[in-house]
């Protein structure tokens, strides 16, 4: 149903959306179950999530060989790699007992936080350098605000004070 209604507003979205969808199941659902295996989850929800969820909404309404979606999708990618990891920390102990591989699992939600800040902080970088490829072109204000929105989202990683135990998995 949502493959063909996305492809009766163009066919590269209906590509695109059911890219997206195949990655998703692919994250939750035997055989793959990317969310299982540590990277591969991550990566799993940044090219869904990430490009090709940019990407789609861009082909909605104009072609994608315009710079500017790639640029955005990488910028969001990039960010996701690491960001995708927070939902993990309140899950650790059922994602644990279910088998899962997340970051948190394997090295413990300090280091987890440890290696995610860098990619929660990412676009304050990336943005300025798809501007300066002439890729983007942004409002500084709201470049200043997303600036200030992802140094409290590193933060928050790097120093979460409590940890919810919940025995459910991820």
Known sequence: GAILRAATINATFGILVALIIG??????????????HMLWGNIGIAVARGVLGIVAAWS???PIHHPAPWAAGLVLYVFLLGAATAKDFGDE?????????????????????LISAPFALSPIITIPWMVSLGALEIDITAYLVVCVVL?????????????QNKITEG
Do not use: E, M, N
């Open 93 to 113: 102990t059922g994602d644990r007992l279910a088998g899962v591989q997340t970051l948190v699992v394997a090295l413990g939600p300090k280091t987890a936080g």
């Open 60 to 62: 909605a309404f104009a």
């Open 151 to 163: 140094v409290w989202f590193a933060h928050s990683l790097l120093f979460r004070q409590t940890k």
């Open 23 to 36: 990655i998703s199941y692919a994250y939750s659902a035997p055989p793959l179950r990317l969310k299982r």
